[in-house]
């Protein structure tokens, strides 16, 4: 990853929790030494923005997803 991040932590597509402004790694961390996200119930999916965009776009928790085709994808 070379850009911050927002993450979108979805369950029954319904967004259950959000992760602003993940700061993207320096160039000589070692995979090891990467730090861990997760949210803090289970989830299904998430969604990765570029960092900013979940505020601009006012994503919040409750709000609930809709995935075109997602029969397809399964």
């Given at each position: 990853m070379k850009f911050d991040l927002d993450l979108i932590w979805i369950k029954d597509f319904t967004i259950q929790e959000i992760t602003k402004n993940v700061p993207a790694p320096s160039t000589n961390t070692t995979e090891e030494n990467l730090k861990l996200y997760s949210p803090q119930t289970n989830v299904d999916?998430?969604?990765?923005?570029?960092?900013?965009?979940?505020?601009?776009?006012?994503?919040?928790?409750?709000?609930?997803?809709i995935v075109k085709n997602w029969s397809r994808l399964q």
């Open positions: 999916m998430v969604l990765e923005l570029n960092a900013g965009v979940s505020e601009k776009l006012n994503i919040k928790a409750g709000d609930k997803i």
